[in-house]
């Protein structure tokens, strides 16, 4: 039996999104900056898929740009706005002389594709705050409001973790900045913009930018049925922020580069299924993760759950091994069929904790012992019955062989 438990890092591609795709690579592959009849059919294809996706967010099409990954709409979002606001502040711009380099607000739970940007920024002077978490992985919106100083301007908070599921306050955020960017622009203080990393929430949760109250939402099709190598970031009408990637004026001259047509169909037709059948698979997805949750728990001794169920996404579960190691763990469960993930990156020859684990107080010691379950719209009671029983057998057996002492 073969079982896909990995969701979470990258989904099957849909055959209806595959069907729709093809003519895009035989028979309508003009490039869409063409006058001909081909580039026109290339450049329809786009600005339709573009309409549809703007439906699915609550956006309007000219607020929708196309990228290569959530990496990139993450970064085009981050330094985008930052050094947009670096820009005007050296120009000497009244409303935007502040005295120091801008200030970013993110958590200490994001994904890389933030925090390693966020580090980059640092580099260069710019100044970071990155908020704790509780140990169910949320943060606190009042830990927004504290850190908020005069060169403030983004706020990046994720909608969904990827390692443990936790949902953050993203509402209630785009709330409270809502107020206090009214106060801001009394006292002539510039807007801080909102960013959300959305790729873990779109199949499950609403992601309507209006009802979010967001400037920036960054998307990756491959995390929902779409092929790797397309993205998308919302930027919000009028929002002040610089193209990463320069070149032709593609994209409302925000991201140069030949569109990738057949992705962009693609990524609106996995999108257009996504969000017609969300509830009806987050009901189902929640059911199947309360299974792998309760059967965990009750067949395996010395096992923690990372996190509060009822503060998860439906389709992530993260647990904690206390005596065996999480890679040995993936590797013995690939050998029966099963791909699921670890928290632990081995990075030359060293097996660094995750800082997801961390940051919601997990010790290290416990945190080398991470098991990620994602789950799909594919999976089923039968297979998470079938991962139970070959997960308490290699349970025992890697307990057998664990070098107790150097966990
Ligand atoms: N953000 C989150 C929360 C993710 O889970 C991922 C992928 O794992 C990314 C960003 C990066 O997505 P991509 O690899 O498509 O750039």
């Known amino acids: 039996m073969k079982v896909y438990f990995d969701n979470a890092a990258t989904t099957k591609v849909e055959n209806e999104v595959k069907k ?15 006058l001909h009849f081909l580039g026109q059919q290339s450049r329809q294809a786009i600005e339709e898929a573009r309409e549809k996706i703007a439906g699915f967010l609550g956006a309007r099409r000219e607020e929708i740009i196309f990228t290569s990954c959530a990496t990139e709409s993450n970064n085009l979002a981050i330094k985008g706005v930052v050094f947009a606001y670096d820009f005007l502040r050296k120009q000497k711009n009244p409303k935007y002389s502040f005295a120091e380099k801008p200030h970013i607000i993110t958590s200490s739970i994001e994904h890389h594709a933030v925090l390693h940007t966020t580090e980059y920024l640092e580099k260069f002077g710019f100044q970071v705050t990155y908020l704790p978490v509780d140990k169910d992985g ?21 909608y969904v973790n990827n390692e443990i599921g936790s949902i953050q306050p993203i509402k209630e955020i785009g709330q409270l900045l809502k107020k206090i960017n009214e106060k801001r622009d009394k006292e002539k203080l510039p807007k801080i913009y909102f960013h959300t990393d959305a790729v873990q929430a779109f199949l499950y949760l609403d992601c309507n930018v209006q009802e979010l109250g967001v400037d920036l939402l960054s998307l990756t099709g491959h995390k929902f049925h779409a092929p790797k190598g397309i ?3 919302y930027i919000k009408k009028g929002t002040l922020i610089l193209p990463q990637q320069t070149g032709g004026g593609h994209e409302f001259g925000l991201r140069a580069g030949t569109e990738n047509i ?16 969300r509830e009806k698979e987050a ?14 728990l009750n067949n395996i001794e010395d096992v923690v759950l990372i996190g509060s169920l009822t503060k998860k ?95």
């Open 20 to 34: 729709l795709m093809q003519p895009y690579f035989d028979k309508i592959y003009g490039n869409a900056s063409s």
């Open 262 to 277: 057949p992705y962009i169909v693609g990524l609106a037709k996995a999108m257009e299924i996504a969000f017609e059948n």
């Open 138 to 158: 949320v943060i606190k919106v009042e830990d927004v409001e504290k850190n908020i100083k005069k060169n403030t301007v983004l706020v990046s908070i994720m």
């Open 313 to 407: 996404a439906p389709h992530i579960v993260s647990f904690c091994f206390k005596n065996i190691e999480g890679e040995s763990l993936v590797l013995m469960l690939s050998q029966k069929g099963i791909a699921t993930s670890s928290g632990s990156a081995c990075t030359s020859g060293k097996l660094e904790p995750s800082h997801v684990l961390l940051a919601c107080g997990v010790p290290p010691q416990i945190a080398h012992g991470s098991l990620r379950i994602s789950l799909g719209k594919y999976n089923t009671e039968k297979e998470v019955k079938y991962f139970i029983e070959v997960l308490k057998k290699t349970v025992k057996k890697l307990e057998k062989i664990s070098p107790k002492e150097l966990l």
């Open 231 to 233: 993205g998308l970031l």
């Open 283 to 296: 009901l189902k997805i929640k059911k199947l993760q309360r299974m792998v949750v309760d059967e965990v």
